[in-house]
T-cell receptor, first 116, second 109 residues
């Protein structure tokens, strides 16, 4: 069992749909991350939230819109996605991002997204 | 962009044998971490080694770090079928991790 919970586990959507991915952690972590992972590739960082504020956006297209409503929740809003956006989307958290690179990150099991 | 390159890309061994994976990276780091990913699951943190450390152990895992060569290795001793997974190194610096290309390990009975 992971301490970071992601819903849904699977999502199929059309290119005109709007959907959201959700991530929740109750470890008191103050940094949360979204990654995109294609098959047989490493995770690629998309966004970092630190103390509920967006601190890193890795030049992600605007059709992906992150939101951090509180310190335990992280959402990723999806709109007008393209077939190449099909991937596993992973959420992670760490104690804080001071450094996010200096601490272990705890990952959820991801949402497998398919764009038709 | 990917910071680390791992080799081999794939490794197949028999249960009970040792498995060694190598990671090379390009820029200065504060620390290097290793993660495991089972098929269809998220990543699990295995071990973190800081730039001023040379070797670290955790159970059947041994990690070495050579900052002069910008390389690290992960040794899994007495492997088990349950060790079958992808293994990623990740370099830490600033406020993010950058993952290497990964090694797919298969441990056969």
């Amino acid at each position: 069992d992971t301490e970071v919970t992601q819903t849904p586990k699977h999502l199929v959507m059309g290119m005109t749909n709007k959907k959201s991915l959700k991530c929740e952690q109750h470890m008191g972590h103050r940094a949360m991350y979204w990654y995109k992972q294609k098959a047989k590739k490493p995770p690629e960082l998309m966004f970092v939230y630190s103390y509920e504020k967006l601190s890193i956006n890795e030049s992600v297209p605007s059709r992906f819109s992150p939101e951090c409503p509180n310190s335990s929740l992280l959402n990723l809003h999806l709109h007008a996605l393209q077939p190449e956006d099909s991937a596993l989307y992973l959420c992670a958290s760490s104690q804080d991002s001071g450094g996010g690179g200096n601490q272990p990150q705890h990952f959820g099991d991801g949402t497998r997204l398919s764009i038709l | 962009s990917q910071q680390g390159e791992e080799d081999p890309q794939a490794l197949s061994i028999q249960e009970g044998e040792n498995a060694t994976m190598n990671c090379s990276y390009k820029t200065s780091i504060n620390n290097l971490q290793w993660y495991r990913q089972n098929s269809g699951r998220g990543l699990v943190h295995l071990i973190l080694i800081r730039s001023n450390e040379r070797e670290k152990h955790s159970g059947r895992l041994r990690v070495t770090l050579d900052t002069s060569k910008k390389s690290s290795s992960l040794l899994i001793t007495a492997s088990r079928a349950a060790d079958t997974a992808s293994y990623f190194c990740a370099t830490g610096g600033g406020n993010k991790l950058t993952f290497g290309t990964g090694t797919q390990l298969k441990v056969e009975l």
